[in-house]
């Protein structure tokens, strides 16, 4: 018998197990079976990590380090996560329930996001100032903001970490990554590459824990400067009272209720395919799921035949087999949220044409799930479901598609179907979402910004400008004169 995994806490540049011992223990959602144990940090290892990352800021092996130096270090990264990729993906696949086919190839493409802020590194820039006054050299510099803590969920862990730690290590700061206690398996793996990579000790940490003894103590600790936050509005809630204690920068992606507008002169085929993308693509546990379909009335027959026909060829099962679909989600507690919200869904007139339950086999399996919405009110379209389950709702006018999209707290993503140019720019201009995919859905790139409006959290992640969010501008001024400053008590 094969003995199970135990995952330690890598700090400072050793790993080791808790302070207090504790462990616990993480579930395969395709089998229900445990699978790996891990440490849990406590509020003593948080002060080990957060102490280290300091240290690691003034140590001359990091200070002292050049622009140039730290991009190498991350191109070697990206190598080494590109060469690990499917390693990494099995972890995250056997930890999550994440497709393998998805897992080892988001995996790999991270590398760019890598290779791409290794090559921002030395072009961090400050400017020379046309100040308005005589005799004074006035200059900017970018300096790094110091120690970051970055929270990363379970469900797109590779991705997320890139997009928070690239240009924090970028930019010369050091960071405290703290991993979900659920399916944290591959953020501590990945630490393996960190060290293997050649960073100084103490510029990345990894650990996990509960809210209580790791999560609370490390967003409130009084070292820290900066947070970048992936999760849910209750839990990002708590994290900003915390960083009142600390005064930390904060950063907050929070997932959302994303709308797909189709309208009846788009391609059908596409807008098909880019509504089972946005809903069943990592089983709809994407912060980005395009859960409200918002359908023009004259089409939302003929699409709802191609989406079922299309989705009677979906195979759902084993997540580490090349030729599954849609695999289980993470927790047993998603399929009771999603279940519960469909029966009141349905009281409330929804019509479900296919799937509405969980199936009956091993594992947390939720079948693909197609609800036809009676209206606007109707629950599926309000819940972030966190599951595969398509709520579609038929709309009349342009005018009325912008203010259904739009009639929600969220706004990470959005898309629109259409062959019109003009209806693409225009209605895309008027949707309150930080992305808008047009003809196409759940694209992303180390070039293109990724962050939200509203309870979709604030600031953005990848993109040249993200790595300034990472530092803070120290302005210099130089007396040029050649006479001693003047006495500020004699006015002239």
């Known amino acids: 018998m094969t003995q199970q995994p135990h995952y330690q806490l890598f700090i400072d540049g050793a790993w080791c197990d808790g302070a207090d011992g504790q462990t616990m223990t993480t579930t395969n959602p395709a089998t229900g079976a445990v699978w790996a144990s891990f440490a849990c940090a406590a509020p003593a290892d948080v002060d080990r990590a957060v102490g280290a990352a300091r240290r690691a800021l003034g140590d001359p092996a990091w200070r002292d380090m050049t622009q140039t130096q730290r991009g190498k270090l991350l191109y070697r990264l990206a190598e080494l996560v590109e060469e690990n990729a499917t390693n990494l993906g099995e972890i995250e696949t056997t930890d999550s329930g994440k497709l393998l086919a998805e897992t080892a190839s988001q995996t790999g493409y991270v590398g760019d996001y890598y290779r791409y802020y290794a090559g921002l590194a030395d072009k961090i820039e400050g400017a020379v100032l046309p100040i308005d006054k005589p005799d004074m050299h006035v200059f900017t510099r970018r300096e790094p903001i110091g120690v970051v803590v970055a929270v990363v969920p379970w469900n797109a862990q590779m991705f997320l970490t890139a997009t928070k730690l690239g240009p924090a290590l970028a930019a010369g700061c050091t960071v405290v990554l703290k991993a979900s206690e659920v399916a944290p398996a591959p953020m501590l793996e990945f630490a393996k590459l960190i060290e293997a990579a050649g960073f100084p000790r103490g510029v990345v940490s990894v650990i996990t824990g509960d809210a209580e003894n790791c999560a609370v103590p490390l967003t409130r600790h009084a070292d820290v400067d900066r947070i970048a936050f992936t999760g849910g509005p209750d839990t990002a809630r708590h994290v900003v009272r915390n960083s009142a204690e600390n005064f930390a920068v904060t950063s907050l992606e929070l997932g959302g209720k994303s709308p797909i507008v189709v309208f009846d002169d788009a391609d059908l085929e596409g807008a098909a395919n880019g509504l089972i993308a946005g809903n069943f693509g990592a089983s709809g546990q994407s912060c980005v799921a395009g859960s409200r379909g918002l359908i023009h009335r004259p089409v939302m027959e003929a699409l709802i035949a191609r989406i079922t026909e299309k989705s009677r060829d979906i195979v759902v099962g084993d997540p580490l087999e090349a030729s599954t679909h849609v695999g289980p989600l993470c927790t047993q507690a998603q399929i009771e949220r999603i279940e519960a919200t469909l029966a009141r869904a349905t009281q409330q007139g929804a019509r479900i044409h296919f799937g509405g339950a969980a199936l009956a086999r091993d594992g947390t399996y939720m079948a693909p799930t197609l609800v036809e919405c009676l209206d606007a009110q109707t629950e599926t379209l309000a819940v972030e479901m966190f599951g595969p389950v398509m709520s579609l709702l038929a709309f009349d006018t342009e005018e009325e598609a912008i203010a259904l999209a739009n009639d929600t707290p969220f706004g990470l993503g959005s898309g629109v179907f259409t062959q019109n140019l003009a209806r693409a720019h225009r209605v895309s201009a008027r ?61 002239r």
């Open 431 to 491: 949707l309150k979402a930080g992305i808008c995919w047009v003809n196409t859905y759940r694209a992303i790139s180390p070039i293109a910004p990724f962050g939200g409006y509203g309870q979709s959290g604030y600031g953005r992640e990848a993109g040249m400008d993200a790595i300034n969010d990472y530092t803070r501008t120290k302005t210099t001024w130089i007396s040029t004169a050649d006479t001693p400053m003047a006495n500020p008590f004699v006015m």
